[in-house]
């Protein structure tokens, strides 16, 4: 699914990658070095901890940072075209479906990135989807060749290998519509839903200072019943007026993000606990273990915010007597803002092929890299592996890094990596 975010007034947030520095205040040090653990705490919670220093060191794995093939095309013809791309999942057989999110069109291409068939569409027959659609995304469902499509508010739409309609069904949790679809397993649906209390305050009632936070509230559902198995619901980021007409998001907040693999879900909840921590949970939404690492937590401090404004909230497009102004109005703004207790270690979690769980480090600093931690299936922390930048990560295999790229002219590309060495 795409994660592009839109732009508030002035600023906006990008919430990506990998924390680049050392952890500094509060934090748990009761492992050796090198030395994972798997215990039962004093409440019989199953706990798995890893020493953040060795979840940290590479894992050996290398993702190549040249492709071995890049589907789309700035002009061409018309399969190669995309409006936006709304996901994209390479399957058993090599070849890969790539959905194009404003059309609702599954296109099927080979190994070698060649066009091979279209299947959905906008329209009203079986398998297409309703032209007033807001837009179409493929679903994450790691070890599965059946594909599934979220049209953006209501409904689930289930094909085959071969973009063959299978059937339809809602997900709307208590009458109301989900902004994302985080992966079908089983007969079993993850769903999230976003409420902004902030976006909804008339004028009037605007006053200089922190909104109440936004939320992000989860269920998983069973798509027989369509009863919820398990309900999530935890803060998530914040703005500030900083005039009654102009609002910033806080620096550093971030959203909690959740993920469905073949056998139980997994939760990260941006520190708010206080620890670099991710929540385990079986199908049936009982919480079936913590994974941790073993290292401090750091606090925001404000030279970060300088890091903030000089690398993310720029504008090369503007003169140098205005890009000057404009930097100078937002470092400003936001030393003028509480900042959050903790930086966040998480930002983003995904299940790959084989079963094992990643989870993308939070970034500020662009210049970092973009690095992702690897957990085995009993929640060992077995080291890290860099991404090419600016890939937006969607699926890994046993061998290879499947991802959405942005070139010139906004076009967007999908393009597999090899992932060497993993054996």
């Not at 790959?352 to 769980?357: A, K, Q, S, T």
């Amino acid at each position: 699914m795409s994660t592009r975010i839109q732009p508030l007034h002035l600023v906006w947030l990008l919430v990506a990658a990998a924390c680049d520095r050392p952890a500094d205040t509060g934090g748990d040090a009761g492992l050796p070095e090198g030395v994972h653990s798997l215990e039962r705490d004093s409440a019989g919670m199953l706990v798995a901890t890893t020493p953040g220093a060795r979840a940290r060191t590479p894992v050996g794995w290398v993702v190549d940072s040249v492709p071995e093939y890049r589907i789309g095309e700035v002009d061409g013809d018309e399969p190669y075209l995309f409006s936006f791309i709304g996901g994209a999942r390479q399957l058993s057989d090599g070849r890969v479906a790539v959905l194009d999110e404003r059309n609702c069109e599954l296109r099927f291409f080979g190994a070698d990135g060649v066009f091979l068939e279209q299947k959905g569409g906008r329209g009203e027959g079986p398998g297409e989807f309703h032209p007033r659609a807001l837009g179409c995304f493929l679903v994450p469902s790691p070890g599965n060749d059946s594909l599934r499509v979220f049209d953006n508010g209501w409904t689930l739409s289930f094909f085959d290998d071969r973009g063959r309609f299978i059937h339809r069904q809602s997900v709307s949790w208590d009458g109301e519509r989900v902004q994302r679809v985080h992966g079908v397993a089983g007969k079993r649906v993850l769903v999230e839903r976003r409420y902004s209390p902030f976006l909804n305050e008339p004028p009037d009632s605007r006053t200089i200072g922190v909104t109440e936070p936004s939320t992000s509230d989860f269920t998983l559902f069973d798509l027989e019943s369509r009863a919820p198995v398990w309900e999530a619901f935890h803060p998530g980021y914040r703005a500030y007026w900083v005039r009654t007409d102009q609002r910033f998001y806080i620096p550093f907040d971030i959203l909690p993000d959740a993920v469905l693999g073949g056998d139980g879900l997994f939760l990260t909840l941006g520190e708010e606990q206080g620890g670099p921590e991710i929540l385990e949970y079986d199908m049936s939404g009982r919480l079936r273990r913590v994974i941790r690492l073993a290292e401090p937590v750091a606090a925001p401090s404000p030279g970060d915010i300088d890091k903030l404004v000089e690398f993310q909230l720029d504008y090369p497009e503007l003169p140098d007597t205005a890009r000057k102004r404009m930097r100078e109005y937002n470092a400003r703004a936001y030393r003028q803002m509480p900042l959050p207790q903790f930086l966040p270690v998480f930002s983003r979690l995904l299940v790959d092929e084989v079963g094992f769980l990643w989870a993308e480090l939070y970034r500020f600093d662009i210049r970092a890299p973009v690095r992702w931690l690897v957990f085995s299936p009993d929640g060992e922390g077995l080291g890290s592996v860099d991404m090419p930048p600016e890939l937006e990560v969607w699926q890994i295999g046993r061998d290879f890094v499947l991802g959405m790229w942005e070139g010139d002219l906004d076009v967007e590309y999908v393009q597999r990596h090899a992932l060497v060495g993993r054996g």
